[in-house]
């Protein structure tokens, strides 16, 4: 059983490196600064036995991401760990700026060279759980609980992949592109087809559908209609091929391309951009396959979307029932910071620093 089932249920407070598999590299200080590593050596030498108070903390309105990993991190390689008070938040608490978000109390050579991981881990985890719940919360804006699908597997390295899907659980983001980004949290990938599939059979998407319902004839059939980059009479192909076996389409068009419609119907060009998956696009596409009485089928676009562009798209009622969203969901621009703020009980810290208690914060 997964761990986070086993949290869900209660058994268990935090996740541990059971689920994160730390490279055991952290505990040889391989990824640690350098200077971290000299301070830990003259402090081991002159000041063994000083109590320190370690807080973090950041700077904007964000959802907070990695505290079970942190401290999975500090129980796996800190010197005593047993010896250390740690007071945390959880992960998906919302958090304000300059809120303190943990802290760390023991011996400075028994955990100060893990502060840089910890403000990464921080980071990257809270940075991607924000982008995905800003994304969450504007597709909800009409108040209709249209799904995001995580797709962010092409815009960052493969080994991110299961940090990166657990932040985007904890953000709002149930549906993932791959089986890595759920490894964390029990679940597994999904999605239908992409370009290459239709490419295999000559740009031809209805032998791609039916391949495709042949060899996964349980799954719901999502078929890619812009490969062709005639999107509304793909559209019309497929649904009338497969009726109600058609769950949706996807509507990836390029931001450099235009749709055939347009030029079929260069009367309504000229008052907006007529590139991508665009509102005038999806509201005819929309309009085309309710005529034809196949009002079931879903819209799922995506290309490009951020929080920004889904709050537009939304304040217009454009027909999208489903949202693609891949790399502005992993843009870092939420950065955090540690800085040793007691020392024996007595407050100690560089200027414009000083220890910021949180009752919100629990013992772990």
Not at 58 to 64: D, F, G, S
Not at 128 to 135: E, H, K
Not at 140 to 153: E, H, L, Q, T
Not at 226 to 251: H, P, Q, T
Request: glycine share 8%.
């Amino acid at each position: 059983m997964k761990e986070i089932a086993l949290k869900m249920q209660g058994d268990i407070k935090r996740l541990t490196n059971e689920t994160f598999k730390f490279d055991e590299r952290v505990g040889e200080g391989w990824f640690s600064a350098v200077y971290f590593l000299k301070t830990r050596e003259i402090a081991e030498k002159y000041k063994p036995s000083e109590n320190v108070t370690m807080q973090f903390f950041q700077k904007k309105h964000a959802v907070l991401c990695g505290t079970d990993e942190v401290i999975a991190l500090i129980k796996t390689f800190a010197k005593n760990p047993e010896d250390l008070v740690i007071h945390s938040l959880e992960d998906g608490d919302k958090v304000e700026p300059y809120e303190t978000v943990l802290t760390i109390e023991g011996p400075y050579p028994n955990f100060g060279h893990l502060e840089g991981l910890i403000d990464g881990i921080f980071a990257r985890r809270t940075s991607v759980a924000t982008n995905v719940y800003n994304v969450v919360k504007a597709a909800r804006k009409s108040g209709a609980r249209k799904p995001v699908i995580f797709m962010g597997d092409r815009d960052d390295h493969f080994t991110q992949q299961a940090g990166d899907g657990y932040s985007a659980y904890i953000g709002g983001s149930k549906a993932q592109a791959t089986h890595a980004m759920s490894e964390w949290w029990g679940k597994e990938g999904m999605g239908t087809m992409p370009h290459a599939l239709i490419q295999l059979f000559e740009g031809d998407v209805v032998a791609a559908s039916y391949a495709y319902k042949e060899t996964y004839p349980d799954d719901d059939l999502m078929a890619l209609v812009d490969y062709n980059n005639d999107v509304i009479m793909d559209s019309l192909k497929l649904a009338r091929e497969f009726g109600y076996e058609l769950k949706g389409v996807r509507v990836d068009t390029s931001n450099h391309m235009v749709d055939q419609y347009f030029c079929r119907h260069p009367e309504v060009m000229g008052a907006f951009d007529p590139r991508g998956a665009n509102p005038k696009l999806l509201f005819a596409l929309r309009e085309a396959l309710d005529e034809e009485g196949y009002q079931h089928v879903q819209i799922l676009a995506s290309g490009g979307f951020t929080a920004e562009k889904i709050n537009e798209y939304e304040d217009m009622n454009v027909p999208i029932d489903l949202y693609g969203v891949g790399s502005s969901l992993l843009e870092i621009h939420i950065g955090f910071t540690g800085d040793n703020v007691k020392i024996n009980d007595k407050d100690e810290a560089k200027a414009g620093r000083v220890y910021r208690p949180n009752p919100r914060l629990e013992r772990v």
